[in-house]
C-alpha cells in the first residue's frame, strides 16, 4: 500500500538525532552571524529594481494582468512559492523521530488505482470513526456555544429586561421623548441652488473695448485731447481707447437682428390672417424619417448576409428562398429600389415560384403590381393566392368581379375563389354561382349550405337533399334541415329529421361526439332555433354514458350550459333527466331553482306542480309552490298548496312554521295562533315552541310569552334559543339580575352555545363589570376552544375599556389558534394605525383568500382611501362569494349612495332582494329587533345602511 510504504520510507535512519534547536523558533532581538562578526547589507536584489511598482512595463505585449511591475512582481513570487511546494523537503528540520518526514516522499510519483483505492479504504475508516465520535462532538459544541453566549450575550439579549420595562411607560412619558432632530448646519439642510445670471451685451462690449488695440484716433478722441478720453463711468488711459467707427460692435444691434430673422423665418410658415401654420407635419415628417436609417443593426452584419445570400443565389439561382431572402434584406436596410431589382431577377429565374411572384407583387407599387401579377397569371395559371392578389390590387369592384371568374375559368374546383367571388354579387347572382359552385365542388359543405340559404323554402330541401347524397358524413346538414323545417313551423318534421340523422351517421361509420352535437345545440339556440336545439339535446344527450353515471353527467351537462347562456339547452337537459329519473327529489330542486333564477314564475309554478305530483314527501318543494304563490300576492293559492302539503306530510315542522309565516306576513295573527297551538298539539319541537314565543313577543304579549317560555323549557331545556328569548324579555323589563340567573341556567344545560356567553358577556358590560365581563368571556374561551366569535368579543371588550395593548395582544393570540378565522382577521386590519393597514390586510387575504369578512374588510379599506372603483370591484367580491351575509350588503349599498349614480343604487338593492340575507352582525341587530319584525329586506337594506358610522 502506498500510504504504508511512505512510513517505511521515513523511517530508514532511526539512529539520527534531532538537534535540540531544530523547530524552536529564534530568540527576540536574534540576528544570524551577529556572534562572529558578521554585519548585514542591502543590495538591489533585495529592493527590487528602481522603478515604482505602478509603473508600466516596456513589454506592450504583456497581458492585462502583468502590465506593472508590482503584478509581474507577484506573480513571479506566486511561481516561485509553488514551485517549492512542489520539490521534496528532504532537511533535518522536516525529520520527527516518531512521524519521519513531513509530506510524502512519493508525491511526485504516478498515482495509479491501487492508489486510489487505498484513499478510499482510508477515508471509509476515518468516516466511520468520525460518526462515531459524531454525538459527543456536538454535544460538546453546543456546550461551548452556550457557555460562549452566556459570557458574551447579545446587544438584543442585554435589553431585555430593558424592554420589558417599557409596557411599563405611560402615555404621557412616550410623547415627551424629543424627536431625533436634523444635526446638520443650516446649509447643508437648506441647500441653495447656484443662481446662473446671463452677462450682459454691455459688459461684454466694455470688455472688448478694453483689450482691443488701435492705431488711429476718431475724430471725438482728437477733439477731446487725444490720449485721456472720457468715458461714460471712468476714464481710460490713452493708449487703450475704444475700437474706431469702423470696427466698433454693437451687440445690442446683433441680438435684435437675431429676433428679426427668427421673426421672419415664423412668418414664412405661418398665415397672416389666421396665424394658423401652412407647413404640412405629416410630410415633413415623412422627409425626416426618410432621412433616418431604418435599419439599427451592425453594418457587418448585413455585408456578411448579403455576401452569404449571393452565394447561395449564385450556387443554386433556383432556389426561391433565397431570392426572396435577398429582397427582405435589402427592403430592411432602406434600399427598396434593390430589393425590387433582385425580385425581379427571381421571377426571372424562378417562373414557376408562387412566393416569388407574391413577393414581387408586395414590393413593386400599384401600378407595376398589376403587370407584375398579370405575368404571374400567365407563367402560374393554377394559383389561387396569385389570382386573389390580383383581385385585391385591383380597386373597382368590376374589375375585380372580373378577375374572380377568369381565374375561376383557370379553378373551377376551387373553394376560396368560388366563396371570394360569391361574396362580391347581389342574392340573386350569388344564387346562380353557387347553383353552379356546388357542381364544381360536390364536396364543400360551405357552399351547399349557402346556396340553400339563399333558394326558397322548396328548392332548398332539394338542395340539402343533394347535399346528403353528395356529404353523407357531415352533420351540419342535417341540423340545417332541421333549422329550415322549424323555420317553417314543422316541429314533428325537426324530431324526425335529427333521429335520421343520427341513424344515417352511424351507418356512415361516423362517430357520434356528444359533446360536439351539444355545442351545436347551444348555436342553435343563439340562432333562435329552439326546437332543434331541443331535439338535439333529447338525442344526443345519452349517448356515450354509463347507467349508473347519467344523473351525475347531466347535471353537470345542465351547468355548463347555463354557464353558457344557454338556457333552453340546459331547461331540455333537465326535462330529459326528469322523464328519466322521476322520483329523484333533487333534481326536481335544481329544476325548480334553475326556473326560479333563468325562468318565468308561470315555468316554475308548473314544474313545482309536476315535482309535488311525483314527490309528495318533499317539503321543499311544497314550500318553493307555496312561496311562489305568496310573493305573487296569491294568499289563497298558497294556503291551498300547504294544506295539500298537511295532507302529504301531516306531522311536518317545516309546513306547519311555513303555514304561519303566511299568516302572520299577511297579518292574520288569530289565525297564526290557531296553527302554532294546533302545531304544539300534535307536532311538538321546539322549533315550534320559539316560533310561538316569538309571535307573543312581537305582539307585546310578554306574559304569554314567558308562560310558553317556560312550557318549552320543561320539554326541551337544552335549546339554547329558549333560554336566550327568557333572558332577552327579562332585560327588555328591566330585570337585570333575573336576566343574568336565566342566561347562567342556560350555560349549565348548553355549555356549547356561543350566543349565551356572548348575551352574558354583554349584560354584565352594560352594568358596567368589566371584570366579570372578561371573566366569563376567559371561561367561554376554556370550554369553547379555536371559537373566533369569543376572541373577537374579548378583543372588542378590551377596545371599548381603552385598553389597546390588551387587546392587540389578545387579537395576536386569538389570530394564533384560529389563523383562517375571516372576522378576526377583518377586525385586526382597522385595529392597526392607518399606515399598516395595508400590510395587514395583505397578510389576511393571504390566509383567507375566499372569506367575505376579509374581502369586506379590503373593500372598506380602498372605500376609505377614496379609490372608488377598487372598493366597488372589492365590495362585488364580497357579496358574491357569499351573497347571504348582510353587512355586506348594507356596506356595498352605503358606497354607492355617496359615490355611485342612482342605477347602481337600485342595482344593488334589487340584486340585495334576490340574495334575502339572513346573517351578520349589523343586519342580525336589526332584523331580529321585535320592532322590525315584518320588515322586508328592501327596505331594511338602508336601515342597515343608515346605521353604520364612518369608521374612517
Known sequence: VPRALGKMATQVNPNIKKKHFIGVPSPLGYVPGLGRGATGFTTRSDIGPARDATDVVDDRHAPPGKRTFAAQHAAQKAKNQEEEEEEEDLNDSNYDEFAGYGGSLFASGPYEKDDEEADAIYEAIDKRMDEKRKERREQREREEIMKYRQERPKIQQQFVDLKRKLSEVSDDAWNSIPEVGDARNKRQRNPRHEKLTPVPDTFLAKAAMQTGHVNALDPRQQKMGGFTTPYPGGMTPGVSTPWGAATEVDWRKIGEARNTLMDIKLNQVSDSVSGQTVVDPKGYLTDLQSMI?????????????????????????????????????????????????????????????????????????????????????????????????????????????RIFRKALEHIPNSVRLWKAAVELEEPEDARIMLSRAVECCPQSVELWLALAKLETYENARKVLNKARENIPTDRQIWITAAKLEEAQKNNDNVNRIVDRALQSLRSNMVEINREQWIEDAEECEKAGSIITCQSIIRAVIGVGVEEEDRKHTWMEDAESSTTHGAIECARAIYAHALTVFPSKKSIWQRAAYFEKNHGTREQLEVLLQRAVAHCPKAEVLWLMGAKSKWLAGDVPAARKILSLAFQANPNSEEIWLAAVKLESENNEDERARRLLAKARASAPTARVFMKSVKLEWVLMETDKAKDLIEEGLKHYSDFPKLWMMKGQILEQEGRTDAAREAYNQGLKKCPHSISLWLLLSQLEEKLCNITKARAILEKSRLKNPQCADLWLESVRLEWRASNRQIAQSLMARALQECPTAGRLWAEAIFMEARPQRKTKSVDALKRCEHDAHVLLAVARLFWSERKVNKAREWFNRAVKIDPDQGDAWAYFYKFETQHGTEEQQEEVKKRCNQAEPHHGELWCELSKDIKNWRTKTDELLPMVANSIKNMF
Open 293 to 401: 436609417p431604418q435599419y439599427g443593426g451592425d453594418i457587418s452584419d448585413v455585408k456578411k448576409a448579403r455576401l452569404l445570400l449571393k452565394s447561395v443565389r449564385d450556387t443554386n439561382p433556383n432556389h426561391p428562398p433565397a431570392w426572396i431572402a435577398s429582397a427582405r434584406l435589402e427592403e430592411v436596410t432602406g434600399k427598396v429600389q434593390a430589393a425590387r431589382n433582385i425580385i425581379m431577377k427571381g421571377t426571372e429565374v424562378c417562373q414557376k415560384s408562387e412566393d416569388v411572384w407574391l413577393e414581387a407583387i408586395r414590393l413593386q407599387p400599384t401600378d407595376i403590381g398589376r403587370a407584375v401579377v398579370t405575368q404571374a397569371v400567365r407563367q402560374i395559371s393554377g394559383s389561387v393566392r396569385l389570382w386573389i392578389k390580383a383581385a385585391e390590387i385591383e380597386e373597382e369592384m368590376r374589375a375585380k368581379k
